[in-house]
């Protein structure tokens, strides 16, 4: 199984909503990351778990709250985002650091 | 620092023309990966190159890294419909797992 999932696949949120989207992997992968991709843009990285704990928060706003309950979920819980943070939020996963990254299919968020 | 660019940023081809996409760096790379995303789609890894020099195919892809490991690229051989999407190449950065995507090559292919 090469698959990352991730749910849900569309999510419309309004500025004072709280959701959470959630990625799940098998593969015994041990890095997971959460990326941000705007229209025509490349993936922007916001955090990356390493064998299950937090090793790299590249400077994201609060709003944003990532958490990794075990070695095969990773979830992303937002609360109070703004209509800028509108985009494809894509989880990854890699066996571990300089392997290649299999990414899930994303969850278009659209913040209202 | 830890950027990568790619080039070009668009290229328009005619089906069976080939396609080349170039990726440099100002600091030497530990590793370059390629992935394809397609329209609407999520990013595929395609490639890892490691070592200086490197040549690697992949039926009518072939990719490069340069002695110095400061360049890469993709080139595909005779383009089809199928091979449309973006192309970027990433380079993970001295922390480790911090993974930069460059900003990538649209390529569209033409019946």
């Known amino acids: 199984d090469t698959e990352v999932t991730q749910t849900p696949k569309h999510l419309v949120m309004g500025m004072t909503n709280k959701k959470s989207l959630k990625c799940e992997q098998h593969?015994?992968?041990?890095?997971m990351y959460w990326y941000k991709q705007k229209a025509k843009k490349p993936p922007e990285l916001m955090f990356v778990?390493?064998?299950?704990?937090?090793?790299i928060n590249e400077s994201v706003p609060s709003r944003f709250s990532p958490e990794c309950p075990n070695s095969s979920l990773l979830n992303l819980h937002l609360h109070a985002l703004q209509p800028e943070d509108s985009a494809l939020y894509l989880c990854?996963?890699?066996?571990?650091?300089?392997?290649?990254?299999?990414f899930g299919p994303g969850t278009r968020l659209t913040v209202t | 620092g830890q950027q990568v660019m790619q080039i070009p940023q668009y290229q328009h081809v005619q089906e069976g023309e080939d396609f080349t996409t170039y990726c440099n760096s100002s600091?030497?790379?530990?590793?370059i990966q390629w992935y394809k995303q397609r329209p609407g789609g999520h990013p595929v890894f395609l490639i890892q190159?490691?070592?200086?020099?490197e040549v690697k195919k992949q039926k009518r892809l072939t990719f490069q890294f340069g002695e110095a490991k400061k360049n890469s690229s993709l080139h595909i051989t005779a383009t089809q419909t199928t091979d449309v999407g973006t192309y970027f190449c990433?380079?993970?950065?001295?922390?480790?797992?911090?993974?930069?995507f460059g900003d990538g090559t649209t390529l569209t292919v033409k019946p």
């Open positions: 990854a996963s890699s066996r571990d650091f300089l392997n290649e990254q299999y």
């Open positions: 593969m015994g992968h041990r890095a």
């Open positions: 778990y390493s064998y299950e704990k937090l090793s």
């Open positions: 600091t030497t790379l530990s590793n």
């Open positions: 190159l490691v070592k200086s020099g």
């Open positions: 990433a380079r993970e950065g001295t922390n480790a797992g911090k993974s930069t």
